[in-house]
């Protein structure tokens, strides 16, 4: 009776225990590949000039309406400037999920150099995942000011939202020709 | 209401052979089998939950090892006390299937491990999430109490502190009961503040996943059962039978007999040798609440208990007025014939633990000769309801042995001085002994030493049946 109560214990538990590591393992790769998936994406749209240009238009003028015409303006005249450096205009890096949430920003370039970022989504699936990019947030931007690239350092307890927070720059800058 | 007396005739009815006992015992032991699974697989799933929200990438620097050691602490501790409070619960199944007593104790010994993976679960997240920020453990308290629902969380965790180091052997007795009973209480506010952390802080139960609804699921079952069985059910039982104090009888020097009134007292499916928690509305009595055994078989308009008067409680009850207004809760216990395993039947019983015996002899189905029964006690004056045991015993055909007097000095016998010294011995008394069921009912001291004589025998831990009266 108790070994019976003693095996079914180990068996009913040894299952449960799989099925949530399967589930798991199903989680991490599919967040695995999506977090590699934006750079690939921006660089697979690039030739599609006309669709990268008029998404980071539309949510420029809903961040921020004063540089709406200054971002225009500049834009329609990339395709011509674009081998010299990048172009000056406010745009948007693709949207990148992790498994706390998906992470966006805004990359401000003026005089061929970066003068802003603006976090535009950051993980927040969970009051944790806020507390921490929150936290890692501003450390980045600084990082990202500094280095004038999106090649800065880990920040630690952060790393989910540094690697998202990096790619969506990279995205951007790769649309300003940078 | 034709087939419910003819399934009341067919239950009443002795059985022939053991096997209805040996199919009985059976089933019960594949309930209490599944019982245990579902325990330790719940506690399992709680890990799972971790592991499916990709816990498992969440291991590769010191960090995050502490800090996914402690979440997963803080999941099962979590998990073991809501299955704290479905075996407190008093759910008929559980009841039914391991007894009040035993659930009980499963249910303290799963205490202190619980409260070790909550304190641990604090301490853990704590150290990780500090070392991730590069400030110490006590400093991380700080940011910490900033996210929302983490104050409560807080709370929460130092009330189960108050709960459960308020049920250490040692530090209980310092408490009366009610004392102890109200601490008690603040275990479900604990719970229930420790929910919204763990729904809004961690990123194990995010919103829309299925692992939230399991945890919510398991919530809703422990409190549910609290609700139902512990609050809801005893209330609809009490105004339904509308029981009242119709006589109080002293029958020997403090002890009293206590005959309710009420009725339809048959549906409450009470089995001799059940306990109920009895509350007598009075002023003086009210906020005291009396685990009492049934002293014999309901009718459908009447019920009797037999106190001895054990403390200041129960001495309220020597003198309680008649027409006095009763609420219920049970029945509860397996100290029954709902235990049987064995064909036959052996009883023995010592002082008040005599009350329970008498109901379960009354209700006991078995051939005559099947049964043997010994009553103990120490003087003459001990001998409560004996006449009516020996009557019941001689109309169903049941031997009644009696042994009066006190234990020899200096040696560890649950017999007389006298009956020690002429050499009568368990198997010398009961020579069917291997056959049967045994049930043992007396004082703790009385009790200790009659059961390890029995186990000594070498009779299977599951014939025997032990109530205790310590109270």
């Given at each position: 009776m108790r070994t019976r109560a003693i095996l079914g214990s180990i068996l009913a538990s040894t299952s449960v225990l799989i099925v949530g590591y399967q589930a798991g393992v199903s989680v991490t790769t599919s967040d695995g590949t999506s977090l590699t998936l934006p750079v690939d994406s921006a660089a697979g749209t690039d030739p599609n000039a006309t669709t990268t240009e008029t998404a980071p238009t539309d949510s420029s003028s809903g961040s921020s309406s004063g540089s709406t015409t200054d971002s225009t303006a500049p834009e329609a005249a990339a395709p011509e400037t674009a081998a010299t450096g990048p172009t000056d205009g406010t745009y948007t890096g693709s949207s990148v999920s992790t498994r706390f949430g998906n992470v966006q920003v805004a990359v401000t370039i003026s005089s061929g150099s970066i003068t802003d970022i603006t976090a535009l989504q950051l993980t927040d699936d969970d009051g944790r995942s806020v507390q921490i990019s929150n936290r890692a947030a501003p450390i980045l931007r600084t990082a990202v000011l500094e280095s004038q690239s999106a090649q800065v350092s880990n920040v630690s307890g952060a790393t989910y939202t540094t690697q998202a927070y990096l790619a969506s720059v990279q995205s951007a800058l790769d649309q300003a020709g940078a | 209401m034709t087939t419910h007396a003819a399934t009341r005739r067919v239950a009443a009815r002795p059985p022939i052979a053991g096997g209805d006992y040996r199919r009985a015992f059976a089933r019960r032991g594949r309930r209490s089998d599944a019982l245990v699974i579902a325990l330790w697989a719940s506690g399992a799933a709680a890990a799972a939950l971790f592991l499916a929200s990709g816990g498992l990438s969440q291991f590769s620097s010191i960090t995050e090892i502490l800090t996914s050691v402690g979440i997963v602490a803080g999941l099962i501790g979590t998990d073991f006390i809501l299955v704290m409070l479905v075996l407190a619960a008093r759910i008929p199944l559980i009841d039914a299937t391991i007894g009040h007593d035993r659930a009980i104790a499963l249910h303290r010994s799963l205490g202190k491990p619980a409260l070790y993976l909550l304190l641990g679960h604090g301490a853990l997240l704590l150290i990780g999430y500090g070392m991730s920020t590069g400030i110490n453990p006590i400093a991380e308290i700080g940011p910490m109490l900033s996210l929302p629902d983490m104050p409560l969380a807080f709370i929460g965790l130092g009330l189960m502190i108050a709960v459960v180091v308020s049920s250490l052997v040692a530090v209980r007795r310092r408490f009366s009961y009610e004392g102890w009973h109200l601490i008690h209480l603040l275990s479900y506010v604990s719970v229930a503040f420790a929910l919204p952390h763990q729904l809004s802080v961690g990123g194990v139960l995010a919103d829309g996943s299925l692992q939230r609804v399991y945890w919510i699921a398991l919530y809703v079952l422990a409190l549910g059962s609290i609700v139902t069985f512990r609050f809801a059910e005893p209330l609809v039982s009490s105004l339904r039978h509308r029981m009242r104090v119709a006589a109080v009888t002293e029958i020997a020097p403090g002890v009293t007999t206590i005959q309710l009134a009420g009725n339809d007292l048959r549906a409450l499916g009470a089995s001799g040798g059940q306990f109920f928690i009895w509350r007598f509305w009075t002023p003086r009595t009210w906020w005291h609440s009396h685990p009492i055994s049934l002293s014999a078989m309901p009718t459908a308009s009447s019920a009797r208990i037999t106190v001895r008067n054990l403390g200041t409680g129960s001495a309220q009850l020597t003198v309680i007025p008649v027409g006095t207004r009763v609420s219920i809760e049970g029945?509860?216990?397996?100290?029954?014939?709902?235990?049987r395993t064995s064909p036959k039947l052996t009883i023995i019983a010592a002082g008040i633990g005599v009350t329970p015996v008498r109901a379960l002899l009354e209700q006991s189905s078995f051939a005559p000769g099947e049964a043997t029964i010994l009553l103990r006690a120490s003087t003459v004056e001990e001998t409560y309801h004996w006449d009516e045991i020996r009557a019941i015993a001689a109309a169903k055909g049941a031997t009644c042995y009696s042994m009066v007097g006190h234990r020899p000095r200096g040696v560890d016998s649950w017999m007389t001085a006298a009956d020690y010294e002429r050499g009568v011995t368990l198997q010398s008394a009961f020579p069917d002994l291997a056959d049967s069921d045994v049930y043992l009912c007396g004082p703790t001291a009385w009790l200790d030493l009659i059961e390890v004589d029995v186990r000594a025998s070498g009779i299977r831990s599951h014939q025997i049946h032990a109530e205790r009266f310590d109270w």
């Open positions: - | 029945p509860y216990g397996l100290f029954s014939d709902a235990a």
